[in-house]
């Protein structure tokens, strides 16, 4: 205390990731940093780079050169922090190593970079979230300032979530409620470190971010604008046709053997010549529903054939007009690009991306940053209390329905009949046909045991189904409480889908929905987003589901009543968001949706309350 230091690198490990011993050394370590008032980087960390102060505590050698820019990168990887310093072109206002995060975590770093007026984009390294109301309000900052967030977060293989826990002791999490997380804070996720550096550098680079998700592309060859139309495919990519004006004059300017297109030939015709590299460029930048242009080239490291070099001087005719729109360039194959025309192209504000399918890839990010709009979303987000129960309960269909009915979800009459009498006035109070399950807490597969009769006509029907349920419960589930039996009307078909709530020990409630039948059983088509969401969320979920088309009008079918989809879908992520310490997980199978205007009907109904 008397030296009046106020933070500390503990570069060492053998602390919280070894085992017992090592936590009981890391804690000691955290004991003492809080008596002395010391925020401890570390354990097991590289250190830091603080390029804004100028001050390098980093543990790793590099070489000498300038690296300040406005990328401010965090990672629990010290290796990882070595391999963004040695990359070209990249330049950082903190990079961080948080190794073991024992009194600062991740997280908190995270934080400080959304905040930080010197860091234009936030790019990080998680293999796992402690505090996640930390990280939860970090993107959602970043999400109001509109700020871009790169996250490579590993977790999604059973192997990496091990070698989490041994390399710094981290609690990966559920990696489906992450990837749902980051998805509806406009974070964007990327797969590997060459596509997270990559992409960072892009936004560090750009002056100005595309106003449309379209883009332009000028090739030299025709081989090339081919490739480059396919990959743009691949990622949904688009390259609009250019308007009939564009096309005329791009055509005067080209050799009679060529086409103009998007992606554009431009032959060497243009490619050779600045300005009429330039003018091509004012022509298409001129396009309403073009947002950036793309150059297609690749730049060797030994410039023998000069035509980088003379379309990089066509950028810069252009690059200072008042009009200029956002200029990418991607190369066809991977090369040591030659430094100084690198060094140009990120001066003038143009980032070069790596090549082929990364390139497209990374635009798709980009894509995704600018069409994310914070306003449509709730950004509400309330992680479960750390001390809640963890046994269950599950309710009755019957009481699974009641307690979703105080919350605005629509539910279809129903009775419970304790005895034959009260069965047969529930069945004429309701209406038939009818259906008649078995209705007990104990029985979550009524079918398993015999225990559904559907549409059920008359008297006789019901008095008949009633005794041979209750005969085949009694054979199949002797040990099972039994209230009675629930009648319900007879629903008409529509479309299947199957709504559900899993409750995330540290994410909280997650939304689940998904089109039912082989959809989700055998194609795994579902979506998740954390609750509660507002409409635009919803129906964004529907849209995103591969049979959404079935519900849209498919070869001229019918078109479902998806509004209605989406209020109900609303209502129980609402549900859930009020009950984020006492839900454990529901079940809504089927949720039968209707043509369109004739709303939704929920079929059946589980919920399971942590006890």
Not at 118 to 140: H, N, P, S, W
């Amino acid at each position: 205390k008397g030296k009046q230091c106020g933070g500390a690198v503990v570069f060492a490990s053998g602390y919280g990731e070894t085992g017992v011993e090592g936590k009981k050394r890391e804690q000691a370590l955290v004991e003492v940093c809080r008596d002395l008032d010391i925020a401890m980087l570390g354990p097991n960390c590289a250190g830091f780079a603080n390029y804004i102060d100028d001050v390098f505590s980093f543990a790793f050698l590099t070489d000498e050169r300038n690296r300040k820019g406005n990328i401010g990168m965090i990672s629990q990887s010290g290796q990882l922090c070595l391999s963004a310093l040695d990359s070209p072109g990249m330049g950082f206002s903190y990079l961080i190593s948080s190794g073991n995060g024992a009194c600062l975590r991740v997280e908190e770093y995270l934080k400080f970079l959304v905040d930080d007026p010197d860091t234009k984009v936030v790019c990080a390294y998680i293999e796992g979230v402690q505090r996640v109301e930390v990280f939860v309000d970090a993107l959602k900052r970043a999400a109001e300032k509109k700020k871009p967030v790169v996250i490579l977060k590993t977790g999604r293989s059973k192997k990496a979530v091990s070698l989490a826990a041994s390399h710094t002791g981290s609690l990966a999490g559920s990696d489906a409620s992450v990837d749902a997380i980051i998805h509806k804070f406009g974070a964007i996720r990327v797969d590997d470190i060459q596509e997270l550096l990559a992409t960072a550098n892009m936004f560090s680079i750009l002056k100005d971010y595309p106003r449309v998700p379209a883009f332009a592309s000028l090739n030299v060859s025709g081989g090339e604008a081919g490739v480059t139309a396919d990959l743009a495919y691949l990622d949904g990519i688009d390259l609009p046709d250019l308007s009939d004006n564009a096309m005329r004059a791009l055509k005067r300017m080209l050799p009679s053997y060529a086409t103009p297109n998007n992606p554009l030939d431009m032959t060497a015709t243009l490619a050779y010549d600045p300005d009429k590299f330039a003018a091509a460029m004012e022509i298409i930048m001129a396009e309403e529903k073009v947002g950036a242009v793309i150059v297609g080239y690749t730049i060797p490291y030994t410039i023998t054939d000069t035509t980088p070099v003379r379309m990089a001087d066509g950028i810069e005719k252009v690059i200072s007009l008042p009009w200029v729109k956002p200029i990418i360039w991607i190369p066809f194959v991977e090369h040591t690009k030659n430094p100084e025309q690198h060094k140009r192209l990120l001066d003038m504000g143009v980032p070069v991306l790596p090549p082929g399918r990364y390139g497209y890839k990374i635009l798709h990010n980009l894509c995704r940053f600018i069409t994310y709009c914070s306003e449509d979303k709730t950004l509400e987000f309330s992680a479960p209390d750390a001390n809640i129960g963890y046994s269950a309960k599950s309710l009755s269909e019957y009481d699974s329905a009641e307690v979703l009915k105080q919350f605005g979800v629509p539910i279809c009459p129903q009775k419970v009949a304790a005895s034959c009498n009260d069965l047969v006035a529930g069945c004429e109070e309701i209406g038939y046909p009818v259906a008649l399950k078995i209705s007990s807490p104990d029985i979550l597969h009524k079918s398993d045991v015999g225990g559904v009769k559907l549409n059920i006509r008359d008297e006789q029907e019901a008095v008949s189904a009633y005794n041979e349920i209750m005969k085949n419960v009694r054979t199949h589930a002797p040990n099972a409480r039994r209230d009675g039996i629930l009648i319900k009307p007879m629903l008409k078909r529509g479309v299947e889908m199957i709504v559900g709530v899993n409750n995330d020990e540290q994410y909280g409630p997650m939304v689940m929905v998904g089109l039912g039948g082989v959809y989700v059983e055998v194609f795994k088509d579902v979506q998740l987003y954390p609750a509660p969401l507002s409409r635009i969320e919803a129906l964004d979920m529907l849209k995103k589901l591969k049979g959404y088309r079935l519900l849209n009008g498919y070869r001229g079918g019918l078109v479902y009543d998806t509004e209605a989809c989406a209020e109900f879908i609303v209502k129980i992520s609402q549900y859930a968001y009020e009950n984020k310490n006492k839900l454990k997980e529901l079940d809504i199978n089927p949720l039968i949706v209707y043509p369109q205007g004739e709303g939704v009907a929920m079929a059946d109904a589980l919920v399971v309350l942590r006890d």
